[in-house]
C-alpha cells in the first residue's frame, strides 16, 4: 500500500533562513491542494545519489539545534499526538525524533508528522503490503544497499532519520514542488491522490499558523 521511496539563538536564525523557501512552498501548496484528482502507485528504484545521502545521514550524530524552540513545539504536538499515541514516554521518542531530523534536512515538521500520519498512523511497528515499514514506511530494499540490520526499520530514530533524508531528496530534485515531491516519496509520481491527503492531515491535524 506504502512505498518510499537544537543550541544557542544564532542557530536558530540559520535554521529559520534554511526552512524559508520548503515552507513557503508549503503554504501554496496547500492551497492548491483543496482541489484533489486520485490515481495508483508506482515502485521506486535505489537511487544511488540517495543512497550516498542516506549513509551520510546515518553518520551524523543525534543533536537539536534549537532546544528552547523544540520543547515549545513538543508541548504544541504532544497534545495531538496523544489520541494516536497514548504512551507518553513513546509520544515524546516519535516527537522528538521527528522536530530533531526534520530540522536536520530544512524541512517543516508538520510535514513530517502529516506523512507518517498517512504512511503508517504512526504504528511503530507498520508493515505494508509491499513490505515498506515503520513508521515513514521505508522499503526493505534499503537494508541491503545500506548494508543495515533486518530490524533498523522498525527504530524510530532510524527510520524518521531515513525518510527526512529521502523526503528532502525528492524536494529538491522537485524544486520545492510538494505535489511531486510527495508522490515521489509514495512511488506514485503523476498522482495526486496521495499528496493531497498528506496536505490534508497536514492542514487539519498539524499545520501550525
Known amino acids: 500500500m506504502y512505498r518510499t521511496s537544537c543550541g544557542p539563538v544564532a542557530s536558530c ?3 529559520a533562513r ?9 503554504a501554496a501548496a496547500l492551497v492548491v491542494a483543496l482541489i484533489a484528482a486520485p490515481a495508483a502507485d508506482a515502485a521506486p528504484g535505489a537511487d544511488p545519489v540517495l543512497r550516498e545521502k542516506l549513509k551520510a545521514a546515518l553518520d551524523e550524530p543525534l543533536a537539536f539545534a534549537d532546544r528552547f524552540e523544540a520543547e515549545v513545539w513538543l508541548t ?11 504512551d507518553p514516554a513513546e509520544r ?6 521527528v522536530h530533531r531530523e526534520a530540522s536536520r534536512v530544512g ?13 503508517s498512523g504512526f504504528q511503530r511497528y507498520a508493515v505494508s503490503r509491499a513490505n515498506a ?14 548494508d543495515m540490520p533486518g530490524y533498523a526499520l522498525l527504530d524510530v530514530q532510524e527510520n524518521v532519520r531515513m525518510g527526512c533524508t529521502i523526503l528532502r531528496h ?3 530534485l522537485e524544486k520545492g514542488n510538494w505535489t511531486r515531491a510527495l508522490a515521489r516519496y509514495n ?19 498539524w499545520f501550525q499558523q
Open 13 to 15: 536564525h540559520a535554521r
Open 18 to 26: 534554511l526552512t524559508a523557501a520548503p515552507v513557503a512552498a508549503l
Open 76 to 86: 504544541d504536538m504532544a497534545g495531538r499526538l496523544a489520541p494516536k499515541v497514548p
Open 92 to 97: 515524546l521518542e516519535i516527537l522528538t525524533t
Open 107 to 119: 524541512l517543516p515538521p508538520e510535514m513530517i508528522l502529516a506523512v507518517i500520519d498517512v504512511e
Open 133 to 146: 515499514q515503520g513508521l515513514m514506511q521505508i522499503m526493505r530494499f534499503w537494508l541491503t544497499e545500506l
Open 170 to 172: 525528492y524536494y529538491d
Open 187 to 205: 512511488g506514485s509520481l503523476g498522482s495526486r491522490a496521495y499528496p493531497d491527503r498528506v496536505f490534508e492531515r497536514l492542514r487539519t491535524r
